[in-house]
Nanobody, 119 residues
Framework: QVQLEESGGGLVQAGGSLRLSCVVS????????MAWFRQAPGKEREFVAR????????YYADSVKGRFTISRDNIKNTVYLQMNSLKPEDTSVYYC????????????WGQGTQVTVSS
């Protein structure tokens, strides 16, 4: 049984930083393509970042390129999202997601963690 649990959200001022964590339990994180999504009030859920399970290649939404970094700690079985130069537009609930293979839908999801950026 694979479970994802996000943490690290909070309230920060514009220009500040936060580091979100996603702990993977049940299976090793290296078996999964990992991703972060976010959803703001009244908005559709949007893709933020992806980490390939074998190559470690990353991919980012244009809106966060150069500011956010997705990474993985195999020993801690945890995926991180380092968020720098935060903007009020980044205010959202952030979700960790996982899938085993490229091409399919993400079928494992965390419950989300709130990130609020004040102006």
């Amino acid at each position: 049984q694979v479970q994802l649990e996000e943490s690290g959200g909070g309230l920060v001022q514009a220009g500040g930083s936060l580091r979100l964590s996603c702990v993977v339990s049940g299976r090793t994180v290296t078996n999964y393509i990992m991703a972060w999504f976010r959803q703001a009030p009244g908005k559709e859920r949007e893709f933020v970042a992806r980490l390939m399970k074998n190559s470690g290649v990353t991919y980012y939404a244009d809106s966060v390129k150069g500011r956010f970094t997705i990474s993985r700690d195999n020993i801690k079985n945890t995926v991180y999202l380092q968020m720098n130069s935060l903007k009020p537009e980044d205010t959202s609930v952030y979700y960790c997601a996982a899938k085993e293979y490229i091409g399919g839908d993400y079928n494992y999801w965390g419950q989300g963690t709130q990130v609020t950026v004040s102006s």
